[in-house]
């Protein structure tokens, strides 16, 4: 393998910024794709009706589940659905206008759950909590200064008197407000990361994600927050399977359902207590199910299911039943597999793209010509019977072996940095699916960067001895190879005996002196036989030489990640 062969600095260039932009591509598709979930809030109006949540559209069924209409959100000025959405007794709804302008680094402080610092002041007109009727779609802001939470929100709304809660839940704070947008009461602090509300029983139940418990306070102005009692909903068999995170709950019938949700805020699991809050049993939801939301419905419930495009109807004693369908739901069902089928083709693109690229470098290092090593006719010393009882060694070049070193250390210090940057993010997000992207990719790049400096080492620490009709190859080990040099095949750039070989390198990077192997060491292999590239690549596997190695180790990386990345 010619991994010294010369190229031009603007091909250089042009692999580096094909290589970025491939990856760009396929990071930057696979994050479009993730934004098009399935169905996530399910909840109801003071009607009864139901409603199904996905992106910023708002399906509208009748109380039996009876398709009625679709709402686009977007026409209200909703661009991407941040946080809860409610309504008011009149039928209002409550819900978050404007464009997500959460920076790359909120996001990443979100995933590792520290609080929000962004300000609660709108960053432009129209955008921000906002009060809107579905019919007119006609919309106000909402409190009094407008208020834009930026990040995920509770909501709830009391229907007795249209008063309104908002669990602010990057801000770990519990706020209540009027009809109108009033502060009612100061904010309450002391929670982590809470998430639903629904007031029961006179009292305001909170899904205290972070501390593992519903929290239940006082829903009074004059008290608000106040904490009456908390509950664990975490049973053994949640512990058990990570499922510690309480992020939605339901009443159903006499019992209590709680989502609780694994460490990245994903795949839980719905966890049944009764009315005294005694741990009763599981819903038997698939294996790979992420849950969302719950509903009470037909005596029953509804639970939303973003990652398989579902929603479950279950009864009341836990039997999970054919799922609730309906063709609005359907129909943007099937915008968003036509949407998600388009992004992950783009990013198979870069994919392919990327492997593109380095198909063509492994190919050109195979495969590319060299200039052939050419004996100086004018030399007299080519006339010469360069036969000797003395034994004759020729070392790499030792200004080459420094730079091949200093070049080890320095794709070292990059790798180190580069595996520390995506580490971090794998970290930062604390999300399964950016980790099962990331881990990969940092350990390919290990493994490169480890066969690499294998290879190199190999190369430099070669020598090639001389006597009669003899050649001695030794090896980066120290051991040495004896035979007839009748019994020796080379090409441009290696020599190899039966059982070693040795790399002289080329140009721009020649391991030995190129007038070494013109003047010398060529002429010395007058009886040897001369072999193409391809037999010599079969020979360097033969011997597991760190290039064959290398060789098989790659083509077969990319055969098992092209078929993983097809069937995944």
């Not at 009607?47 to 398709?67: K, T």
């Not at 998430?195 to 009074?220: C, E, R, S, Y």
């Amino acid at each position: 393998m010619n991994l010294d062969m010369k190229i031009h600095p603007a091909v250089v260039g042009l692999v580096i910024s094909l290589s970025v932009i491939a990856t760009g591509i396929k990071f930057w598709a696979d994050g479009e794709a993730l934004e098009y979930g399935g169905p996530s809030q399910l909840l109801n109006d003071s009607r009864g009706q139901v409603y199904v949540q996905i992106q910023n559209q708002l399906l509208e069924h009748g109380a039996d589940g009876e398709f009625l209409r679709r709402h686009d959100l977007g026409q209200l000025g909703v661009d991407t659905t941040i946080g809860a959405i409610a309504f008011f007794s009149n039928g209002d709804i409550l819900l978050r206008r404007g464009k997500d302008t959460r920076s790359f680094g909120n996001k990443i402080a979100a995933y590792q759950r520290h609080e929000n610092k962004s300000n609660l002041v709108p960053d432009s007109s129209g955008a921000g909590l906002a009060r809107c009727n579905l019919e007119t779609r006609e919309c106000r802001e909402f409190a009094v200064p407008p208020v834009d939470f930026k990040s995920t929100i509770g909501i709830f709304v009391d229907w007795q008197d249209d008063d309104v809660f908002v669990s602010d839940t990057s801000r770990h704070t519990l706020r209540k407000y009027s009809v109108d947008g009033e502060a009612l009461a100061e904010p309450v602090r002391g929670f982590k990361f809470p998430n639903q509300l629904l007031i029961a029983g006179g009292q305001l139940l909170v899904a205290d994600t972070n501390h593992h418990k519903i929290h239940f306070v006082d829903p009074a102005s004059n008290s608000f927050g106040r904490t009456l009692r908390t509950v664990d909903v975490v049973p053994p068999e949640a512990e058990h399977g990570n499922h510690r995170w309480p992020s939605h709950f339901a009443r159903i019938g006499d019992e209590w359902w709680i989502n609780n949700m694994n460490s990245g805020m994903r795949n839980g699991g719905i966890y049944v207590f009764d009315s005294d809050w005694l741990y009763l049993r599981r819903i038997p939801l698939p294996a790979n199910a992420d849950p969302i939301s719950i509903l009470p419905f037909a005596g029953g419930a509804l639970i939303s299911d973003w990652d398989n495009d579902r929603i479950y109807r279950v009864t009341a004693s836990g039997a999970v039943l054919d799922d609730f369908e309906s063709p609005g739901l359907e129909a943007v069902l099937a915008e968003s597999r036509t949407a998600r089928t388009r992004y992950r083709a783009l990013s198979w693109m870069g994919f392919v793209l990327l492997a593109a690229v380095f198909i063509a470098l492994i190919t050109k290092a195979i495969l590319s010509p060299a200039s052939e090593p050419q004996v100086d006719e004018q030399n007299p010393e080519q006339a010469l019977d360069l036969r000797s009882d003395e034994l004759i060694w020729f070392e790499p070049d030792p200004g080459i072996v420094r730079k091949v070193h200093l070049n080890n250390r320095l794709a070292g210090g990059a790798l180190v940095g580069l595996v520390a940057i995506l580490t971090y993010i794998a970290t930062a997000y604390g999300d399964p699916v950016v980790t099962g992207r990331i881990l990969p990719l940092a350990s390919a790049l290990v493994l490169i960067y480890a066969l690499i400096y294998w290879m190199a080492r190999a190369s430099v620490g070669t020598a090639i001895g001389f006597q009669n009709d003899d050649i001695i190859l030794r090896n980066h080990k120290g051991i040495e190879s004896r035979h007839p040099i009748k019994k020796v095949i080379y090409d441009k750039s290696i020599i190899a005996t039966p059982d070693m070989a040795v790399v002289l390198g080329q140009h721009p990077m020649p391991l030995y002196e190129p007038k070494i192997v013109t003047q010398q060491l060529l002429p010395r292999l007058a009886s040897a036989r001369p072999v193409s590239r391809t037999t010599m690549q079969r020979m360097l596997i033969r011997l597991r030489h760190p290039q064959g190695v290398m060789l098989v180790v790659l083509l077969a990386g990319l055969v098992i990640g092209g078929i993983w990345y097809l069937l995944r």
